[in-house]
């Protein structure tokens, strides 16, 4: 569009390479930001450049974090002897934002995906072996929380694989449990949810 | 959510005041954010800051413009004695992807909304009726070129009628076309625009 200033064609550029944000969102968003405050656009943009410089991972469990630990690694009120293996970040977000876990977490930063590339040495999965192995027999509970489709299973059976080759006795592996979602329509569901469902029925 | 180092949690506190974007979209995208290179994050910000210093509004019609006038008032080859007058930015950016319109515009920025205290004097209405007046003559045509609601109806309405009381001869005041929009279903088109769809129907 030859209409519009360099700066702004460039703001827009940088929204669209954003995931799930195209062309008019973008558009929409540079608008809003030419009419708010400037101290909210400059505010703005001080704290998107201090993002890479500020923001690290935990060397342990590869959480956010601002030091070497994160805030969840540092917590000595945590449960130190359950750690839940989540695929990215975001995962760790919900499960916190839940409140009713209380161990700690280990991010693989990704899943298993052969077409794409991925294999296991791209994932932080051997520092997860290397940390339960460090821990000598320290650890109790491993819950394999990944994503319960494809390259999760495929994640997850791998993971399964290797802390058994650790042959710690003791450790518990536990996968979160598949079934209906709360207020789900058992009309609606398909048939793998209803099967995992009536499979993995519990006592009541 | 405690896990969130400070640095995190404001950027998506920012994220969260743009429009259409919530907790959850925001939190995903300071996450890819967070995985980019450190030269696409430190251009974003550099981009960001400099938004509101490097882009103003063309001081003739309000679209964006680096200088004083933006690069459609300063293309002499447009066709001057056409005002298409738009609601926002979006809008003229909306016609100037079609391709098709060749004059000028005037950016009102918003339409008069009593109810929100919006009224002709938070618009540009009085520098847009002011730029024909002018013009001496100098414009053939406006075409009003609202949204086809409530607001938009009775803000083009407002201008028409002070385009009325400054007594142009020659002077045509045009509104853009109501009706179905291509690759409708009649079936689900509803009353008020069938009947514009009728009302204005034209020689074939």
Redesign the interface.
Known sequence: ????????Q??ID?FV?????GPK?A????????H?S?S?????????????S??RFCTRCF????DDL???CKDESREGDKIMVVE???D??AF??MGDYHGLYHVLGGVIAPIQGIGPDDLTSGMLIKRVKDSKGGIGEMILAMNPNLEGEATASYIKGELLKLSLEGLRISRIARGLPTGADLDYADKVTLLKSLQGRVEY
Chains 1, 2 share one sequence.
């Open positions: 569009m030859h209409s519009l200033p360099k700066n702004v460039k703001l940088h390479r954003l995931p799930g944000i969102t558009s929409r968003l540079v608008l809003y930001l030419l708010s400037d909210f656009v400059v505010d703005f943009a001080q704290t998107l450049s201090d993002l890479k500020k923001v959480n956010l974090a601002e994160c805030s969840i990215d970040v975001l760790l977000f916190e934002s």
